[in-house]
């Protein structure tokens, strides 16, 4: 969620900038220090190993990462599918929450269907179609709105010629 709210569709990747924040401790408290870098960093404080400047916890500190944010059908396609599971999972427990994961998976998968991709690579081609058709399905799960159970129905053939591809798909849908 944190990534549609911020650019308004998911995200390559979002990388260090220097080694010294490379770490796998697991916490994510360890990576940053919650605050915009304003400006340049001291010049005589450096990690003794790396020669970077290490985490002292001031906003002069450069540990901002950098946010590769090419738009791809792919990431969306997931990201509408883990949204609309989270919307049901979440509903009862926290449903602002789940308000809000509903509305971006489907702002996230009505763009993709005003907007789509077209590849004549039958691989690139089928791939697409399960992604779609699991972002559809979770959808229709979520909400109960036929449309969505519509473009499952429209786009069977397709996910039955590609049927590797979409066996987990269409799995899931014999027992709905």
Same mark, same amino acid.
């Given at each position: &969620?944190?990534?549609?709210?911020?650019?308004?569709?998911? /995200?390559?990747?979002?990388?260090?900038?220097?080694?010294?924040?490379?770490?796998? /401790?697991?916490?994510?408290?360890?990576? %940053?220090?919650?605050?915009?870098? *304003?400006?340049?960093?001291?010049?005589?404080?450096?990690?003794?190993?790396?020669?970077?400047?290490?985490?002292?916890?001031?906003?002069?500190?450069?540990?901002?990462?950098?946010?590769?944010? *090419?738009?791809?059908?792919?990431?969306?396609?997931?990201?509408?599918?883990?949204l609309a599971a989270a919307a049901?999972? /979440?509903?009862?427990?926290?449903?602002?929450?789940?308000?809000?994961?509903?509305?971006?998976?489907?702002? /996230?998968?009505?763009?993709?269907?005003?907007?789509?991709?077209?590849?004549?690579?039958?691989?690139?081609?089928?791939? &697409?179609? *399960?992604?779609?058709?699991?972002?559809?399905?979770?959808?229709?799960?979520?909400?109960?709105?036929? %449309?969505?159970?519509?473009?499952?129905?429209e786009t069977l053939p397709n &996910?039955?010629?590609?049927?590797?591809?979409?066996?987990?798909?269409?799995?899931? &849908?014999?027992?709905?």
């Open positions: &969620m944190a990534q549609v709210k911020a650019v308004g569709y998911a /995200l390559q990747g979002i990388n260090e900038s220097h080694l010294w924040q490379y770490r796998h /401790l697991g916490d994510a408290a360890n990576k %940053t220090n919650n605050r915009n870098y *304003t400006g340049q960093p001291e010049a005589q404080t450096y990690h003794p190993r790396s020669g970077e400047r290490p985490y002292n916890h001031n906003s002069k500190d450069f540990d901002d990462r950098f946010a590769f944010t *090419t738009r791809s059908a792919h990431l969306d396609y997931g990201s509408v599918t883990a049901r999972t /979440l509903r009862g427990y926290n449903d602002a929450l789940a308000a809000e994961c509903l509305a971006s998976a489907r702002k /996230l998968f009505d763009d993709w269907q005003q907007h789509p991709i077209e590849d004549k690579e039958p691989f690139v081609a089928g791939y &697409m179609t *399960t992604l779609e058709a699991r972002a559809a399905y979770e959808l229709w799960r979520a909400t109960g709105d036929a %449309t969505y159970r519509a473009h499952l129905d &996910m039955l010629s590609a049927f590797s591809f979409n066996a987990p798909v269409l799995a899931s &849908m014999i027992h709905t």
